[in-house]
């Protein structure tokens, strides 16, 4: 038989208080935590929050929405939004394509997909109007607005913070 202390018995109440804890922690994950499943934003667990109807976002803020992309495919997305409503985009045409919010860089497109596949790159060049916007990922390989244009804010379901 091994030395040391023996192991103690847990009472019943014991056991109902560790299960009643799993399940708060449980919940909490599940219903205020959101976690990417790439790298495009440069963060992989964010806090959640849904957003109310008109709430409104601000530059930088990271936000959750569903997208339909040209296969025909609708996917939820995490990004951040670079440019907001009334906002002046300029995207340079001289070589690989940048892309400038009130004369601040937000980044540059690229021409082709890791696999090879030509890019179709936003073309755009003014305010952005109103109810619209620019939303980025930070990872070199992020499918966002310089791809795809603007995004709807009525599609933004939940504002995000990052946690890790």
């Known amino acids: 038989?091994?030395?040391?202390?023996?192991?103690a018995k847990?009472?019943?109440?014991?056991i109902l208080l560790l299960s009643v804890l799993v399940s708060v922690?449980?919940?909490?994950?599940?219903?205020?935590?959101?976690i990417s499943p790439t790298k495009s934003v440069g963060y992989r667990i964010f806090l959640k929050a849904k957003l109310d109807t008109g709430e409104k976002v601000g530059r930088n803020d990271y936000v959750a929405f569903d997208h339909l992309v040209p296969d025909g495919k609708n996917i939820h997305e995490l990004k951040m939004v670079a440019c907001l409503p009334l906002d002046e985009l300029v995207v340079t045409q001289e070589g690989i394509p940048a892309f400038f919010c009130n004369g601040?860089?937000?980044g540059r497109a690229?021409?082709?997909t890791p696999s090879g596949k030509l890019l179709p790159i936003?073309?755009?060049n003014g305010r952005i109007p109103e109810g619209k916007y620019f939303v980025f990922g930070a990872h070199e390989n992020s499918y966002d607005?310089?791809?795809?244009?603007?995004?709807?804010?009525?599609?933004f379901m939940e504002k995000l913070w990052p946690v890790l």
Do not use: A, T
């Open 104 to 106: 601040v860089f937000v």
């Open 10 to 14: 847990l009472s019943r109440s014991k």
């Open 145 to 155: 607005s310089r791809y795809y244009g603007f995004i709807d804010g009525s599609l």
């Open 122 to 124: 936003f073309q755009y």
């Open 1 to 7: 038989m091994p030395r040391g202390r023996p192991m």
């Open 25 to 34: 922690v449980v919940w909490f994950v599940c219903d205020h935590l959101r």
């Open 110 to 112: 690229k021409i082709r």
